[in-house]
């Protein structure tokens, strides 16, 4: 069935100017068949009134580990359930991040999501958030399951995996890294720096040696010192690196998050590192085995208080990093083509003629009102 959608201000299109509030897309087939404005509209078999909002491209999150009260660690309902969750708010495609485990459980869990993507192709692959990383920037991770990485290690998960782990989160100064970041890249696997003790020179060494993301920046890191830039200068001075955000206003400033926008525009990809109290309530709930309370929307482990992911959705970071005053297409290219591409997906993420057609229709406020996958309307407020 054919979705003229109209009229909308068009984001993610080469054939659109987001300035034109009287566009229009159709979507057909599952695709985006045409893209125009004002009077000469195709036919269709429905027609959306856009109400003059925008429409954008279906959100795409790398990195976040549940929702609506599960994690992705508890298998295949969990992931269906907080999938369902994230889509409402406009996230059509998502990889599925792992927090720390055992490598048996790992290589179980990578080998589980690959089952998933055989049937289900919104669901990107799997993220490695562990179990390579630094015990004093551990976060919200077990500590006791920590380890460098080594070869075998590395193979078993890639093999488990079938070609489907998309990103894997590592400490460059650990032993044995630089042979993981060659192995994983040479698997088609994003490398990111992370959890890490790594200073300036030691993350560039990592991205010389083919990591190309930075898990989280500012978070579980060294910090911005004048006399000691630490790795996300290092990732904003070079241009092959995406730095992801959480853009909840709890893992970094609001005012700071526009800073990144504006030194690195294009290479800043909206994550929300969601866990399971995203989209429910607040109480107790528990992260990679470790206890977690989240209160006012904010996650904290009960031991040290340390910030355990977030309960964001794409849509609402979105809101607030325009909020905090970056351009609208920015941060819709944030939330969705900067992400895609940093793990490959440049087909993703975008509204071209011929562009899957995933679409978000938000209101003048930035609100989700409908959002579509493959075509089909999967969600509506």
Same mark, same amino acid.
């Given at each position: 069935?054919?979705?003229?959608i109209?009229?909308v201000?068009?984001?993610?299109?080469?054939?659109?100017?987001p300035?034109d509030?009287d566009?229009?897309v159709?979507?057909?087939?599952?695709?985006v068949?045409a893209?125009? $404005?004002?009077?000469q509209?195709?036919?269709a078999?429905?027609?959306?009134?856009g109400?003059?909002?925008c429409l954008? /491209?279906g959100?795409?999150?790398?990195?976040?580990? =549940?929702g609506?009260?599960?994690?992705?660690?508890?298998?295949?309902?969990?992931?269906r359930?907080a &999938?369902?969750?994230?889509?409402a708010h406009?996230?059509?495609?998502a990889?599925?991040?792992?927090?720390?485990?055992s490598?048996? +459980?790992?290589?179980?869990?990578?080998?589980?999501v690959?089952?998933l993507?055989e049937? %289900?192709?919104?669901?990107?692959? $799997?993220h *490695?958030?562990?179990?390579?990383? +630094?015990?004093?920037h551990?976060g919200?991770?077990?500590?006791?399951?920590?380890?460098? /990485?080594d070869a075998a290690?590395?193979?078993?998960l890639?093999?488990?995996?079938?070609g489907?782990?998309?990103?894997?989160? *590592?400490?460059p100064?650990l /032993?044995?890294a630089d042979?993981?970041i060659?192995?994983? $890249?040479a698997?088609g696997?994003?490398?990111?720096?992370?959890?890490?003790a790594?200073?300036a020179?030691?993350?560039?060494?990592a991205?010389?040696?083919?990591?190309t993301?930075?898990?989280h920046a500012?978070n579980?890191?060294?910090?911005?010192?004048?006399r000691?830039?630490g790795?996300?200068?290092?990732?904003?001075?070079? +241009? &092959?690196?995406?730095?992801e955000?959480?853009?909840? =206003?709890?893992?970094v400033?609001l %005012?700071l998050?526009?800073?990144v926008?504006?030194?690195a525009?294009?290479?800043?990809?909206?994550?929300?590192?969601?866990?399971?109290?995203?989209?429910?309530?607040?109480?107790?709930?528990?992260?990679?085995?470790l206890a977690? +309370?989240?209160?006012?929307?904010?996650?904290?482990l009960?031991?040290?208080?340390?910030?355990?992911g977030s309960?964001l959705?794409?849509?609402?970071?979105?809101?607030?990093?325009v909020?905090?005053?970056?351009p609208r297409?920015l941060?819709f290219?944030?939330?969705a083509?900067? /992400?895609?591409?940093a793990?490959?997906?440049?087909?993703?993420? &975008?509204l071209d003629l011929?562009?899957?057609?995933?679409?978000?229709l938000?209101?003048p406020?930035?609100a989700?009102?409908?959002?579509?996958? %493959?075509?089909v309307?999967?969600a $509506?407020?």
């Amino acid at each position: 069935m054919s979705t003229l959608i109209h009229p909308v201000r068009v984001f993610g299109s080469a054939e659109a100017d987001p300035d034109d509030v009287d566009g229009w897309v159709l979507l057909d087939g599952g695709r985006v068949s045409a893209v125009g $404005s004002g009077g000469q509209r195709p036919a269709a078999d429905e027609m959306v009134d856009g109400g003059n909002g925008c429409l954008v /491209p279906g959100f795409v999150d790398i990195h976040g580990h =549940g929702g609506g009260g599960v994690s992705f660690d508890d298998g295949p309902e969990a992931i269906r359930t907080a &999938r369902a969750l994230h889509r409402a708010h406009g996230t059509t495609r998502a990889v599925i991040s792992l927090v720390t485990a055992s490598i048996d +459980d790992l290589a179980a869990r990578v080998a589980m999501v690959a089952d998933l993507c055989e049937t %289900d192709a919104t669901i990107l692959g $799997s993220h *490695l958030e562990g179990p390579f990383l +630094d015990p004093g920037h551990k976060g919200a991770h077990a500590e006791g399951l920590l380890r460098a /990485p080594d070869a075998a290690s590395v193979d078993r998960l890639l093999e488990a995996g079938r070609g489907t782990i998309q990103q894997v989160t *590592l400490a460059p100064e650990l /032993p044995g890294a630089d042979d993981a970041i060659a192995r994983f $890249s040479a698997a088609g696997v994003a490398v990111a720096v992370g959890h890490t003790a790594a200073d300036a020179a030691g993350t560039r060494r990592a991205f010389d040696a083919g990591a190309t993301l930075l898990t989280h920046a500012f978070n579980a890191m060294r910090g911005i010192h004048h006399r000691a830039p630490g790795p996300v200068v290092a990732a904003l001075r070079d +241009d &092959r690196v995406t730095l992801e955000i959480i853009a909840d =206003g709890v893992h970094v400033d609001l %005012d700071l998050v526009a800073t990144v926008f504006a030194a690195a525009p294009g290479r800043v990809a909206l994550v929300t590192d969601a866990m399971a109290a995203a989209g429910a309530h607040d109480g107790h709930y528990e992260l990679g085995g470790l206890a977690v +309370d989240v209160t006012a929307g904010v996650a904290r482990l009960q031991d040290g208080g340390a910030i355990a992911g977030s309960t964001l959705t794409q849509d609402e970071a979105v809101r607030r990093v325009v909020g905090a005053g970056v351009p609208r297409a920015l941060a819709f290219a944030a939330a969705a083509s900067v /992400p895609a591409r940093a793990i490959g997906r440049e087909d993703l993420g &975008r509204l071209d003629l011929g562009a899957t057609a995933d679409a978000v229709l938000l209101t003048p406020e930035l609100a989700v009102r409908t959002v579509w996958v %493959d075509g089909v309307a999967a969600a $509506s407020a």
